[in-house]
């Protein structure tokens, strides 16, 4: 059998196509093969890992942190009715004193002359009604007359009680058992009438610390609520008390409430007037909130947020929440967050609504309550 040069080109270009045909549908297959792995990894790629947290509403209400000077409850300022010369001053500073006890005296001689004076027209005066009474009787003086010398003794009587009242005042007595805090004069000055001589701290009145609060804090305190106090002198020691005033109107130029605070007694250390401590106020009322790490809130505009929380599809769908307070590295909210839902923390800053994600960790409530309580 013979085949012609023509017969065997037409073989050869049948062939050649063939392997054409062959080259493109493998070709094709594989192409195909490597769209499906990449479209597997990238799907595989596309779902992130991310942590959550369980929401557990509780009562709850952001400790209020101040910081104010420590002062006696009751100080009274002490000075000499009189003016003059300062005979002594018998305590000074820092001294604990008794009741009634002698402080300072002024120099008494132009006092006690005046006393003198004054006892002395009373005598006579006295004498002069006297004598006037009997020539009354006699009807050598007129009633009129005997009834002036009467009101000139009224008179120089009431100057003798007040010559007797500045003598008496020309001493300075402790009113009340307590402690000096403040001494303004020396011996030997020579100071005018209601001039203030000391300071003196009544310590059974015990201690106080007066702060300002704003109103969006101190609409959450009322009276009697828990206090606990810092000094630096005693860094590791807490100090109790309570709040015992709350002012009912804002002061005119800063617009906050003033508050005081009052201090348990105190036996084991020596406080001082002056003293800055920093102040840890326990609100009464409570807000009903849930306490979430900070890397949950994936936007903030105060006081409105987003969160993601997790679907049954493993899918995340953003949540708007209301933000109430910052504590340490978590953040108080409520909202459109319900009991028992999942929400995103770790990983919730890189999700969009609907993306799919891939649960590697899971804090519980008594996780969160530890690590709220530490950072607290």
Excluded: C
């Amino acid at each position: 059998m013979t085949f012609n040069k023509t017969d065997k080109n037409q073989r050869m270009r049948n062939l050649h196509s063939l392997r054409v045909a062959l080259g493109y549908t493998l070709l094709g297959g594989f192409l195909a093969l490597t769209s499906q792995l990449a479209s597997a990894v990238s799907s595989e790629q596309s779902i992130r890992p991310v942590e959550v947290a369980t929401v557990h509403y509780q009562q709850a209400a952001r400790p209020i942190s101040i910081s104010a000077l420590l002062a006696y409850k009751s100080t009274q300022k002490l000075a000499f009715k009189v003016g003059g010369p300062v005979a002594n001053i018998l305590v000074e500073e820092g001294d604990a004193v008794e009741k009634g006890q002698i402080l300072a005296v002024l120099d008494t001689e132009e006092v006690q002359a005046r006393v003198g004076e004054a006892e002395a027209r009373f005598d006579n005066a006295q004498r002069n009604v006297e004598r006037l009474k009997k020539l009354y009787k006699k009807n050598v003086v007129s009633l009129d007359q005997l009834q002036d010398a009467e009101t000139e003794l009224d008179v120089v009587e009431s100057q003798l009680r007040v010559a007797r009242f500045n003598l008496r005042y020309s001493s300075i007595k402790a009113p009340a058992a307590g402690r000096i805090v403040r001494r303004m004069v020396e011996a030997g000055e020579l100071i005018a009438p209601n001039q203030v001589v000391f300071a003196l701290a009544d310590e059974s009145r015990g201690w106080i610390m007066r702060t300002a609060l704003s109103d969006r804090k101190v609409v959450l305190i009322r009276h009697n609520d828990p206090v606990s106090v810092r000094f630096d002198p005693w860094p590791l020691q807490a100090f109790t008390g309570k709040v015992s005033e709350i002012s009912e109107a804002a002061e005119e130029r800063s617009g906050l409430f003033e508050v005081e605070i009052a201090l348990d007694p105190v036996s084991d250390v020596r406080l001082r007037d002056g003293y800055v401590g920093r102040i840890r106020i326990e609100p009464s009322q409570k807000e009903r909130v849930v306490k979430l790490p900070s890397l949950a809130l994936v936007s903030a505009m105060s006081p409105m947020g987003v969160v993601y929380v997790l679907n049954d599809d493993n899918t995340v769908s953003a949540r708007q929440i209301r933000t109430h307070y910052l504590e340490g590295s978590f953040v108080a909210v409520s909202g459109d967050v319900k009991e028992g839902e999942s929400v995103v923390t770790t990983g919730a800053a890189f999700l969009h609504d609907g993306d799919k994600v891939r649960v590697v960790g899971r804090r519980t409530k008594p996780e969160l309550a530890d690590l709220a309580d530490k950072e607290g």
